[in-house]
């Protein structure tokens, strides 16, 4: 269950990606009104958007640094 759902994003193939800063993770809904985790992370995100190149771009809610996230070709992250 998402807990303090912050910002969402809407992803290319039309997902809606939530920051659920409560479980310190982004969660994915697809099409079908199903929740996924795609990221858990160190900590508790807040802004969300997409990049021009596919990354998504959350922004810490607390430090407020910004932080790239990709699924592919590998999951990584990267501190901006």
């Known amino acids: 269950a998402l807990n303090a759902p912050g910002d969402i994003a809407i992803g290319a193939l039309g997902d809606v990606y939530v920051s659920d800063s409560g479980n310190k993770r982004i969660r994915r809904i697809d099409g079908q009104g199903n ?25 810490e809610r607390v430090g407020h640094t910004l932080v790239e996230l990709r699924l592919q070709p590998s999951v990584s992250v990267r501190y901006l």
Request: charged share 10%; hydrophobic share 60%.
């Open 35 to 59: 929740i996924s985790t795609v990221f858990e992370l160190d900590f508790a995100p807040g802004a969300l958007a997409f990049g021009p190149n596919g990354a998504l771009l959350v922004m």
